[in-house]
């Protein structure tokens, strides 16, 4: 090789600062790609626990092992939520924006009573839920639900006399399943078939959805 050669071999050769200099931009770009992609995540993470009904991040209940969203289909419903509300407390007022109204309004209760107690003051007992009427209701207007264990895991609300007060079961059959994320069918006998145990659910909802359905006209059976 002649000299000439060896200068422009010199000359082509990239100096060890030219390196050290191309190195540390590389690092300083993938360090602000990898800040984005984590910046991305977590914008995502948090729109998907706004919105329960489709979510990518998937949340599994220590209790039951299921997937927070399928925790009424377990054998232990209550003690998940109770577990959720401690663990995931923005989760839970999704999931289960009227259980946490009553737990509101029993810690605004107690929280009276502890004052009226601390003051020293005659209790006002707050109001309480209207009782049902003494009076017998007729077994045309009745509604029954029932609930009972299946595969020893599982649980079964069966809905009946819907039609006593002319619903159309079909279109409640939707509703009660969008309502409560529950599997829905009509048996042989004109009765609704619910996953889950919705008993408590269900003896709330209905007067508050359907004016015509009083308290006293829903009774659930024993399991």
């Known amino acids: 090789m002649s000299d000439s050669d060896d200068d422009i071999f010199k000359k082509k050769k990239p100096s060890k600062m030219k390196i050290e200099q191309q190195q540390k931009q590389q690092q300083q770009q993938e360090l602000l790609q990898q800040q984005k992609q984590l910046k991305q995540e977590f914008n995502q993470t948090e729109q998907q626990l706004h919105n329960p009904k489709h979510p990518k991040l998937v949340i599994y209940c220590r209790i039951c092992t299921y997937p927070v969203e399928f925790c009424s289909f377990s054998k232990t419903p209550r003690e998940c939520k109770q577990w959720l509300k401690i663990t995931f407390k923005e989760l839970y007022a999704i999931l289960y924006p009227e ?125």
């Open 99 to 223: 259980d946490l109204k009553i737990d509101l309004e029993k810690e605004a209760t107690l929280q009276l009573i502890q004052q009226h107690m601390a003051q020293k003051i005659p209790l006002v007992q707050p109001p309480l839920k209207k009782r049902r009427k003494n009076g017998k209701v007729p077994e045309s207007e009745m509604i029954y639900i029932k609930v009972k264990e299946r595969n020893k895991n599982k649980f079964i609300t069966t809905l009946s006399g819907l039609e006593k007060h002319g619903l159309d079961l079909k279109e409640t059959s939707k509703k009660i399943s969008k309502k409560f994320g529950c599997g829905s069918s009509i048996n042989e006998k004109g009765a609704l078939e619910l996953q889950g145990d919705l008993s408590v659910e269900l003896e709330e909802w209905l007067p508050k959805e359907y004016p015509t359905i009083k308290e006293e006209m829903i009774a659930i059976q024993d399991k």
